[in-house]
């Protein structure tokens, strides 16, 4: 049983950081392409951050430059690092993953995050 869980998130001002994490359990991290998604208020889920197997990462455009997606296979977690947050990234994140050979996508529940002064 694949499971995720989000945490890190919380209240921080603009242009401040945050570290969210997604603890893996059920497969390994380093086995299958890791991503961070988010959903604004009234908004579709996005795409934020990928890390393949072989730990190439890739950011879609709210995310380049400013977060970083990364992994510890011996604690079988995967991180986003965020920095110079802004209001706009405001948003439940979420960590996800859809194991090759198989049509089952797995989610976690979401970490909260809120860029407010």
């Known amino acids: 049983q694949v499971q995720l869980e989000e945490s890190g998130g919380g209240l921080v001002q603009p242009g401040g950081s945050l570290k969210l994490s997604c603890k893996v359990s059920?497969?390994?991290?380093?086995?299958?392409?890791m991503d961070w998604h988010r959903q604004a208020p009234g908004k579709q889920r996005e795409s934020v951050a990928t890390i393949t197997t072989g730990g190439t990462t890739n950011y879609r455009d709210p995310a380049k430059g400013r977060f970083t997606i990364s992994r510890d296979t011996a604690k079988n977690t995967v991180y986003l690092q965020m920095t110079n947050l802004r209001p706009e990234d405001t948003a439940v994140y979420y960590c996800h993953t859809k194991p090759p050979f198989t049509s089952v996508e797995y989610w976690g529940r979401g970490t909260q995050v809120t860029v407010s002064s």
């Open positions: 059920g497969i390994r991290c380093e086995d299958v392409v």
